[in-house]
């Protein structure tokens, strides 16, 4: 079998999952693997709308998201151009969705992950100051902070605050204050909109928008706090996000669902990898 008839076996293997998955979600189901960037906006939105224009489920869509993050207002952009086209949106996490990635999955009314998955701590990416690439906005923050609290400076340390461009440095606490206010306002939109009923203390009593707010405000600065998590690329499980006081939907509690994720996601990760692609984005009706 030569390497043109491996990849459309591959693809076929993809389509059918996908459909499958679909069918038992009652959802449609696009896979987005890739970062988070600007330049890949045309295209998403452009599948986006084609799957909103040609599914069977036109109200409801399962995001299936691999990414190691990018920049939080791509993050925006992409949240509502979904929103735009479906009043349910839901995100499968099967791997990893990292920083912006993060940011991200909080715009949806669920989250599926398993114990293998992880989400990351908010960190945007803004450009470099040479503008060759990103960097990350939230270290480079805690790093000036860091060496600002000391009481003597190393002669390193002097020339980097030097170094500093202001303006830049307000840019990237706008981009922290960003981050946190969008997981703000999205954790109570969207992810609490059904919590009305107290679950562990003040069991029964209804949920008011003060608490939803208090308790949205805590997720947030404590997904910011790098501090806490001492690094960009800390992986989040089920176990310490529901500390935080986030819901997360356990996809091993539906055997069949897990399957068909796990089936999907394997093939389709390999395929990516191997073709080495920045950028993936798969819907069974679309992919030919």
Request: net charge negative; proline share 3%; with cysteine.
């Amino acid at each position: 079998m030569n390497r043109y008839d491996i990849d459309r076996t591959i693809l076929s293997s993809m389509n059918e999952r996908a459909q499958m998955l679909e069918q038992k979600l009652s959802s449609s189901v696009v896979a987005y693997y890739g970062s988070i960037h600007p330049g890949f906006l045309k295209q998403y939105r452009d599948t986006i709308e084609a799957v909103a224009a040609n599914s069977a489920y036109p109200e409801r869509i399962c995001l299936l998201l691999k990414t190691m993050g990018g920049s939080a207002e791509a993050a925006e952009s992409m949240a509502l151009i979904l929103r735009n086209h479906f009043s349910e949106v839901s995100f499968i996490v099967p791997d990893a969705a990292m920083s912006a990635g993060t940011i991200l999955c909080m715009s949806g009314d669920r989250i599926y992950m398993d114990y293998s998955s992880a989400l990351g701590p908010i960190d945007p990416q803004v450009v470099s100051p040479d503008r060759s690439g990103y960097v990350a906005a939230m270290g480079y923050l805690d790093k000036v902070d860091e060496i600002v609290a000391k009481t003597e400076l190393s002669q390193a340390e002097i020339i980097f605050l030097r170094s500093i461009d202001l303006g830049r440095l307000a840019l990237y606490e706008q981009a922290r204050s960003f981050s946190i206010d969008l997981l703000k306002e999205w954790l109570v939109q969207y992810k609490f909109k059904n919590w009305s009923h107290h679950r562990s203390t003040n069991i029964g009593n209804l949920v008011s928008v003060e608490e939803k707010d208090r308790r949205a405000e805590q997720i947030a600065i404590a997904l910011a706090d790098h501090k806490r998590w001492r690094s960009h690329a800390r992986a989040l499980n089920m176990t310490k996000l529901r500390k935080l006081g986030l819901e997360i939907d356990d996809m091993c509690d539906d055997p069949e669902m897990h399957d068909l994720v796990r089936s999907y996601n394997d093939p389709l990760s390999m395929y990516v990898e191997r073709m080495n692609l920045p950028l993936f984005i798969h819907n069974h009706n679309l992919a030919r």
